[in-house]
Structure formats: structure tokens, C-alpha cells
């Protein structure tokens, strides 16, 4: 039986051994995108989509009156295949509309994220490996539900819309091309570069950015995509694709997300790779323990999305997913907004802020927690230039 990849090559967590690196410079946009495309997270196309919205639910009186809900099922079809995935919608019932919005992919299914009972479950029968019991099923409704303070969003004015990533791409390797990936028109001669379940992630985040601003109550020009873990890594793709999104929040996204891979520090590329071969492009492989071969670090992803805005959120004891490493990206990345960024790492619950550019790193573990959204609503509200709570 073969060793744990973690055994096989041990991650380092101390700072004293961290090799000694050089980042390559920010660069162009366009030409860095296609790095990005070709040697992490792989090409994914598909041709002329045709995109078909039913609103199947709604009740403007949720949430013991606090929220409108409304539950889309956008199917996406083209001559290779189809796609449904549905959208989860609380909107103030208060607030005049449109309304900002905080877009963000589940782990679960939309009925983990609270615990009101009309929310449907997920149809998907494939399997994940987040956790071990994960497939739909009731007993999960709320299971997330500290993650997404529904509450606290919706007291503050903003709408939030989230859809089950296993809608898109089921988190597993042998199913994660059961979604999305089936109308890839990606050429064959280039499988070494396909996407794979991040990539159609961030993908899918777009076509649900797509479908929501078909609504009148939501405001195209105001919509931040937000996603915790490898759901970050997703949101940080999709915004750097996509310049609908005027924001763009990771938290805790780590390694493929805004760490920096040179300091291979806890997660390297080997890692990710063994673990989750279905998340990146076949191309990626390549680079297990090289990664000061890759042609581009994750500081130049993060500029891809200037001059948007960009949330970098981390946790004190996610040695993993690398803190110091994560904001050392967004510091790297600082001058594509003409800001500067101290090196020093930033004191434990003490958010830093410069123009459109914002970091904090929590105290406590790998996880995403009401206070982490606190911070990424007084940011938006900075950033939208709405009043600060």
C-alpha cells in the first residue's frame, strides 16, 4: 500500500526553510492569462451555450420575513451535451432594489447553507470527497450554515446567491467531468491543457453570474464573488476570467489559490496533485516539486484582476494553506493598482486596507466564520462607497 503523498514528501512549515526564490515580474494580462491557462488550470471552452432560466420557487416573506428567496435551475446546452446546476437567492425584502450581491459555490448542497426547509436538494448523485458522507440527504441541511451567516448579509443590505459546486463539477476524480465538462469543446489535440474541476468551477460561476443579472432586484455592476478553500482557488480563477465581478474574495485558498508556490510551504503543487488529481490541468503534473520552473506565480494572478478589487483573507493556524504566503502574493501583486503593501506580516485580527486592495488573517483554524465576512462586508461597503456598519 502506498504511503500518504504527505509522507512520501513531507511539507514544511517553519519560515527558516523556505528556499530561496524569485518571482517573475506582473507582466501583461493577456499573456500571463494564457499562462495560467496552459500550465495550471487548463483551457475549458464551450461553444455557443444556450441558457435557459426557470424560476421554480419563490417566497417573498423567508427567513421569518427578513429576505425574499427565490430557487433558479439554469440549464446550459450546446451540441455536445447539457448542464443544469440551481441557484440559491436571498435578497433583502427591506432595501430598495437592485441590490450588491455576494456570489459564492457550496461544498454541500444549497440546503447546507441554512436551515430553511424549502430549499431544495441538490439532484446530483455522484459522490464527493470533501467528506466522507456526501451525498444529498436532509440530515446535511444546515450543516453550513455557520459559514454563511445569512442573517448578518441580509441586515446589511446585500443579497447572496450560491450554487453547489458538485452542480458544476463533482469534487471527485472519477465524476468531476459529470457537469460542465461534458460541453468542453476544448480541441483533443490539446488534453494536456484541459480544465478540470476548478477550472469548471470558475466557469460555472460566470454562467450563474450570467443567470442572476437577468433579475431585476440584482445590480450587475455591483456583484463580488467569494469562495472559502478550493473554492477560493475557483473565485480567484473566475475573477481573474471574468471583469463582471468588481470584486474578488479568497479566503484561505492556499496553495493553486494565493499563496505564493515558490515558498513551498505546507501544500506544494505534490501535493495538490496527488491528492486532487482532477482539480488542474494535466500540464500541472509537470511541476511537482519544480516550482521555480512554473513560468508564473500566484502574485500575478492576483493583478489579473486589476483594477477590481481584492480581498485576501487567512487564518493564523492554516499553516497549510500558508497565511504569510498569501498575503506575500497580494503585496507582490500591490503594484498592478499603483498601491504598496508592508512586508511585515499584519498583526491577528487587524484587517489592512489600501485603495481597493484588503488582507486579513484571523486568529483560528482552516475555515470561513462570521467574522471573516464582517470584513469583507466593511470592504465592500468601502469599495461600493455604502455606508460602513
Excluded at 417573498?60 to 429576505?67: C, K, N, P, V
Excluded at 465524476?175 to 489535440?189: A, I, N, P, W, Y
Excluded at 477590481?308 to 500591490?334: H, N, Q, T
Aim: charged share 20%; glycine share 8%.
Amino acid at each position: 500500500m502506498q504511503k500518504p503523498i504527505s509522507e512520501l514528501y513531507p511539507p514544511i512549515f517553519s519560515e527558516a526553510e523556505v528556499p530561496s526564490y524569485r518571482l517573475p515580474e506582473i507582466g501583461s494580462s493577456e499573456s500571463t492569462c494564457r499562462l495560467f491557462e496552459e500550465q495550471i488550470y487548463g483551457r475549458f471552452q464551450i461553444d455557443s451555450p444556450e441558457m435557459e432560466i426557470n424560476v421554480f420557487e419563490q417566497d417573498d416573506q423567508a427567513l421569518s420575513g427578513l429576505s425574499r428567496r427565490r430557487q433558479l435551475r439554469v440549464s446550459l446546452r450546446n451540441s455536445r451535451g447539457q448542464c443544469e446546476f440551481t441557484i440559491l437567492l436571498y435578497f433583502p425584502t427591506r432595501d430598495s432594489h437592485p441590490v450588491p450581491l455576494f456570489l459564492g459555490l457550496n461544498f454541500l448542497g444549497n440546503h447546507t447553507v441554512g436551515l430553511d426547509p424549502s430549499v431544495a436538494l441538490p439532484t446530483s448523485s455522484f459522490p464527493s470527497i470533501v467528506e466522507a458522507d456526501t451525498l444529498p440527504s436532509q440530515k446535511k441541511r444546515g450543516f453550513h450554515s455557520t459559514r454563511w451567516p445569512l442573517e448578518t448579509l441580509l441586515q446589511r443590505g446585500y443579497g447572496v446567491a450560491t450554487v453547489f459546486c458538485g452542480d458544476f463539477a463533482p469534487d471527485h476524480p472519477d465524476h468531476f467531468k459529470e457537469g460542465l465538462l461534458r460541453l468542453d469543446s476544448t480541441e483533443s489535440s490539446l488534453m494536456e491543457m484541459r480544465g478540470g474541476a476548478i477550472a469548471a468551477w470558475a466557469s460555472g460561476l460566470s454562467h450563474a453570474f450570467s443567470a442572476l443579472v437577468t433579475l431585476p432586484e440584482i445590480d450587475p455592476t455591483r456583484v463580488a464573488v467569494v469562495g472559502h478553500s478550493r473554492l477560493g482557488k475557483a473565485a480567484l480563477w473566475a475573477g481573474a476570467n471574468d471583469s463582471r465581478f468588481s470584486i474578488v474574495i479568497s479566503n484561505n485558498s492556499g496553495s493553486g489559490g494565493a499563496a505564493l508556490f515558490r515558498r513551498r510551504i505546507g501544500e506544494r503543487i505534490v501535493h495538490l496533485n496527488g491528492n486532487f488529481p482532477h482539480w488542474f490541468a494535466k500540464a500541472f503534473h509537470g511541476y511537482d516539486e519544480k516550482e521555480n520552473e512554473l513560468p508564473v506565480d500566484q502574485h500575478q494572478l492576483l493583478a489579473m484582476m486589476a483594477p477590481r478589487a481584492v480581498y485576501i483573507a487567512s487564518a493564523e493556524d492554516d499553516k497549510w494553506a500558508d497565511p504569510v504566503g498569501e498575503y506575500l502574493a497580494l503585496a507582490a501583486a500591490a503594484p498592478a493598482w499603483n498601491e504598496e503593501l508592508p512586508l511585515d506580516f499584519p498583526a491577528m485580527n487587524m484587517p489592512v486596507q489600501r485603495g481597493l486592495l484588503g488582507y486579513h488573517v484571523r486568529s483560528g483554524a482552516h475555515d470561513i466564520r462570521e467574522y471573516d465576512w464582517k470584513q469583507f462586508l466593511n470592504f465592500t461597503d468601502r469599495t461600493w462607497k455604502r455606508p460602513v456598519a
